[in-house]
T-cell receptor, first 118, second 114 residues
Framework: AQKVTQAQTEISVVEKEDVTLDCVYE???????LFWYKQPPSGELVFLIR??????QNEISGRYSWNFQKSTSSFNFTITASQVVDSAVYFC???????????????FGKGTKLSVKP | EPEVTQTPSHQVTQMGQEVILRCVPI?????FYWYRQILGQKVEFLVS????????KSEIFDDQFSVERPDGSNFTLKIRSTKLEDSAMYFC????????????FGSGTQLSVL
């Protein structure tokens, strides 16, 4: 069975602090995809990153960086120099590869609520 | 950036009533999805739709639920006889599919069943 665990329910930091959101996943698929989505207070789900299981290279996008480690089944997300606008719920998600189709049936974790205080 | 549009943003209904939630996916996308999020809980997959048929569905998506793409632009989720536990935020999503997968989500419809 596929499962995503985000052990941190809520995190509170002060602006400019770095923060890491943890994500651990379980899957029997050899090919799979990992995602992070942001849900700001307005409620929509905003795509942040997609990573396939064959690409363990870490990625940096501005203040955001992701650390994918297959050995520990983790896909952690770090925000450097956090800002108030980063306050949101962040979801990690997992999708298996389906032959000939879309990997759209995502398994979401329960989310981590990040509060960044000024 | 193109976006997925959902209407209405809020829907209140009485238990046992039928509701239809509407979505306009991004125009050149081929894959469509419904997800739901019960208040304070995780986002859950309901159904995926491709080439005018359901490609996958979860255990949540029972006989009370149906999806339709009635024309070239709309994608609807119907709940035939709503229950209290159907109260949730329902998200529509679409994707171009293929190897370059990225789901675009709408802003959601908050369904309240009284």
């Amino acid at each position: 069975a596929q499962k995503v665990t985000q052990a941190q329910t809520e995190i509170s930091v002060v602006e400019k602090e770095d923060v890491t959101l943890d994500c651990v996943y379980e899957t029997r698929d050899t090919t799979y995809y990992l995602f992070w989505y942001k849900q700001p207070p307005s409620g929509e789900l905003v795509f942040l990153i997609r990573r396939n299981s064959f690409d363990e290279q870490n990625e940096i996008s501005g203040r955001y960086s992701w650390n994918f480690q297959k050995s520990t089944s983790s896909f952690n997300f770090t925000i450097t120099a956090s800002q108030v606008v980063d306050s949101a719920v962040y979801f990690c998600a997992l999708s298996g590869a389906h032959y000939g189709g879309s990997q759209g049936n995502l398994i979401f974790g329960k989310g981590t609520k990040l509060s960044v205080k000024p | 950036e193109p976006e997925v549009t959902q209407t209405p943003s809020h829907q209140v209904t009485q238990m046992g009533q039928e509701v239809i939630l509407r979505c306009v996916p991004i125009s050149n996308h081929l894959y469509f999805y419904w997800y739901r999020q019960i208040l304070g809980q995780k986002v859950e997959f309901l159904v995926s739709f491709y080439n005018n048929e359901i490609s996958e569905k979860s255990e949540i998506f029972d006989d009370q639920f149906s999806v339709e793409r009635p024309d070239g632009s709309n994608f609807t989720l119907k709940i035939r006889s709503t229950k209290l536990e159907d109260s949730a935020m329902y998200f529509c999503a679409s994707s171009a599919g293929g190897g370059n997968e990225k789901l675009f989500f709408g802003s959601g419809t908050q369904l309240s069943v009284l």
